[in-house]
């Protein structure tokens, strides 16, 4: 991920996505709640692989989107078991920086 890309620690448990600031205009940035630890197990020990991550997150926004190799993103996404509807939000927001970077 791009050097400034931020983990959170804020309840993102109602929405994948959050606003992005005032800085940009390209819309909102991508949150990926994080629901493993950096050695791959689950910050959950009750068995149920309830995805409650204690609130982290990991935000991306769109102004940094086009610095993050696709396959860097979807290894974040697959590894953080993230739902259907951020993989869809990952990929909105990518092609749509694809689309300005091209002049599209």
Request: aromatic share 4%.
């Amino acid at each position: 991920l791009p050097p400034n890309a931020t983990a959170n620690n804020e309840d993102t448990s109602n929405t994948n996505i959050s606003g992005g600031g005032d800085n940009n205009n390209n819309g909102k940035s991508l949150v990926i709640p994080i629901t493993t630890s950096t050695n791959g197990n689950n910050f959950n020990n009750d068995g149920n692989n309830n995805k409650d991550s204690g609130g982290l997150f990991i935000e991306i926004f769109p102004e940094e989107i086009s610095s993050v190799r696709p396959t860097t993103l979807t290894k974040v996404l697959r590894e953080e078991q993230a739902p259907l509807t951020t993989w869809c939000d990952a990929s909105l927001l990518y092609m749509k920086a694809k689309r300005e970077k091209e002049g599209c």
